[in-house]
C-alpha cells in the first residue's frame, strides 16, 4: 500500500493564482482531511469528509474548496492565493469504525506552498 | 478557547534522561487520545494511543491519562537524539458534528542533546 499520497511536494504560486493540491489514499478509509501547518504551530483543519459526495467545512475554510468524487481521492482547491495561504498542507486519513484505534489518522508526506 | 493544550516547550533534555510531555483538554467528552511525532520537514507519525485511565507502555514510550484531571502524558524514557522532534497531542472529539475528528495541540518541540 502507498498510504496517503500528496502532489505537488512544492509549489510557489503569485498572488491571485489559483491551483489544486491531490491527495489519494489506498486504503479504503472513508474518512479524509486537509489541514494547514505554520511554522512552529499545530495542524489546523481546513476541511474533511465522511465519505464520497460527503464535505464539511474544519475551523480555516476561507479561500479553499473541496470535493470527494470518489473514495480515494480528496483534491483541495485553492482560489486567488493570497500570502496568508503559505503554508504546509497535509492530507491524511482514517477509517473511523467505531473501535478507538480506528480514529488514527494517516498523514501524506505534504506540499509545501509559497505564496508571493 | 483551545480544546486541547500542550506544554508550551520547548522542552531539552540530556541524552538518557526522561522526557515528560503533557496535555490537557477541556472536551470532557474525548476518550482517545493521539500522541503523534514529527520530524523537522516530515508528516506527524502516531508512536502512541492510550483510551483507558492510567498508564499504557510501549518500549521506551510511555502514555499516562487521567480523565477526572483532563490531561494526557507521555514520558520518554532513555532519551536518545533521535527521540528529538516535535511532539503532537490530539484527542478525538466526543460527539455532534465533530464526531470522528481529532483536535490537535500546538505541539512540543524536544531537543535531546548529547
Known amino acids: 500500500n502507498a498510504g496517503v499520497t500528496q502532489t505537488p511536494k512544492f509549489r510557489i504560486l503569485k498572488i491571485g493564482q489559483s491551483m489544486t493540491l491531490q491527495c489519494a489514499q489506498d486504503?479504503?478509509?472513508?474518512?479524509m482531511y486537509w489541514y494547514r501547518q505554520d511554522p512552529g504551530m499545530g495542524l489546523k483543519l481546513i476541511y474533511y469528509?465522511?465519505?464520497?459526495?460527503?464535505?464539511d467545512k474544519g475551523e480555516v475554510p476561507n479561500g479553499y474548496n473541496v470535493s470527494r468524487s470518489t473514495t480515494e481521492d480528496f483534491p483541495l482547491r485553492l482560489e486567488l492565493a493570497a500570502p496568508s495561504q503559505t503554508s504546509v498542507y497535509f492530507c491524511?486519513?482514517?477509517?473511523?469504525?467505531?473501535?478507538?484505534?480506528?480514529?488514527?489518522?494517516?498523514f501524506g508526506p505534504g506540499t509545501r506552498l509559497t505564496v508571493t | 478557547q483551545k480544546e486541547v493544550e500542550q506544554n508550551s516547550g520547548p522542552l531539552s533534555v540530556p541524552e538518557g534522561a526522561i522526557a515528560s510531555l503533557n496535555c490537557t483538554y477541556s472536551?470532557?467528552?474525548?476518550?482517545?487520545f493521539f500522541w503523534y511525532r514529527q520530524y523537522s520537514g516530515k508528516s506527524p507519525e502516531l508512536i502512541m494511543f492510550?483510551?483507558?485511565?492510567g498508564d499504557k507502555e510501549d518500549g521506551r514510550f510511555t502514555a499516562q491519562l487521567n480523565k477526572a484531571s483532563q490531561y494526557v502524558s507521555l514520558l520518554i524514557r532513555d532519551s536518545q537524539p533521535s527521540d528529538s522532534a516535535t511532539y503532537l497531542c490530539?484527542?478525538?472529539?466526543?460527539?455532534?458534528?465533530?464526531?470522528?475528528?481529532?483536535?490537535f495541540g500546538q505541539g512540543t518541540i524536544l531537543t535531546v542533546h548529547p
Open positions: 492510550i483510551y483507558s485511565n
Open positions: 490530539a484527542g478525538k472529539n466526543a460527539g455532534g458534528t465533530s464526531y470522528g475528528k481529532l483536535t
Open positions: 491524511a486519513s482514517s477509517r473511523t469504525s467505531g473501535t478507538p484505534l480506528s480514529y488514527e489518522q494517516y
Open positions: 469528509s465522511v465519505g464520497a459526495g460527503i464535505t
Open positions: 486504503m479504503n478509509h472513508n474518512y
Open positions: 472536551d470532557r467528552g474525548s476518550q482517545s
